[in-house]
């Protein structure tokens, strides 16, 4: 079999994988709208208090409509492949890759856009149905720039958090069972990237530490590009980052790839 259909292949494995742990997806939608509820309950409860009208500079209704925004977004952004990376290297399943030839990496990536795709197609449909009815209460309307503009965000954003992902699982070269840490990573990750909270709220020392980080370029950014936050002539710019911070975690997770390797066992497979 040559690569090009090797690779195929792993994407449809991806794709077979995304529709056949269907009720496990509906589930993490789900799991998106309890968290989301929760902060909206709070939310009101901070406005209500709030005698300007306003907290930590917006208004009732962009904060409602962030709050619900970055629940989708993250879930869009989620990547997850942390864990099947974390099993092959503890279990041995990486043995088989090593001796064969195709790429560890390029067989992973090729299985999460399977799995992606149906899922990022799930994802659009609610995002749409999101911002038509933000606009028919006139919370706020997006230009057709903007969604373009968004839609390059969010790719980029996807790699980024793939590449966030994969280098969280080398964690299991050296701790065995990394399940714990990656839920604190995972949580750390996204409250750094704006999935929780927008991150004007931590004030702006912590946001301008932040700013050298990739973390706000996955919810964060993209979502400011809707909501008009971000003027038309800086998106270009972020999306600049973008691309460096792809070419920078892709260095970086070959470099953490090979020290790991030096203490991979092999153990199993």
């Known amino acids: 079999m040559k690569k090009k259909e090797m690779y195929l292949r792993s994407f449809q494995i991806g794709l077979q994988n995304s529709m056949e742990y269907r009720f496990n997806f509906i589930l993490s939608i789900f799991s998106t709208i309890v968290p989301t509820i929760t902060q909206l309950f709070l939310w009101n409860a901070m406005f209500e208090s709030s005698a300007t009208g306003r ?9 409602i409509m962030y709050t619900i925004l970055a629940g989708v977004v993250s879930k869009l952004m989620a990547a997850g492949c942390e864990w099947s990376v974390a099993a092959d290297i503890r279990d041995g399943g990486l043995n088989k890759y090593i001796v064969k030839p195709i790429g560890y990496f390029r067989y992973q990536f090729c299985c999460f856009l399977g799995q992606k795709s149906v899922q990022s197609a799930v994802f659009t449909v609610i995002l749409a149905i999101i911002l038509i009815v933000a606009k028919a209460n006139s ?8 969604l373009l503009y968004f839609a390059a ?9 793939m590449f966030l992902g994969f280098m969280v699982s080398a964690v299991a070269f050296w701790i065995t069972e990394a399940w714990s840490a990656f839920l604190i990573l995972g949580l750390a990750i996204n409250i750094a990237s704006g999935g929780v909270f ?16 990739p973390f706000q370029y996955t919810v964060y950014f993209p979502i400011n590009i ?6 038309i002539g800086d998106i270009f710019p ?30 199993g497979g």
């Not at 927008?198 to 980080?213: A, M, N, Q, S, Y």
């Not at 809707?226 to 003027?231: A, K, W």
């Open 55 to 63: 907290v930590y500079g917006y208004t009732y209704s962009s904060m």
């Open 139 to 146: 919370f706020f309307s997006v230009a057709p720039v903007r």
């Open 153 to 161: 965000a969010v790719v980029l954003g996807i790699l980024i958090n």
């Open 198 to 213: 927008p991150l004007d709220i931590f004030g702006e020392k912590v946001v301008t530490v932040l700013k050298f980080l």
């Open 226 to 231: 809707l909501n008009g936050n971000i003027v």
């Open 238 to 267: 972020s999306l600049c980052i973008q691309v460096a911070w792809i070419v920078i975690l892709a260095f970086m997770l070959q470099l953490l790839w090979k020290i790991g390797l030096r203490k991979y066992e092999a153990v």
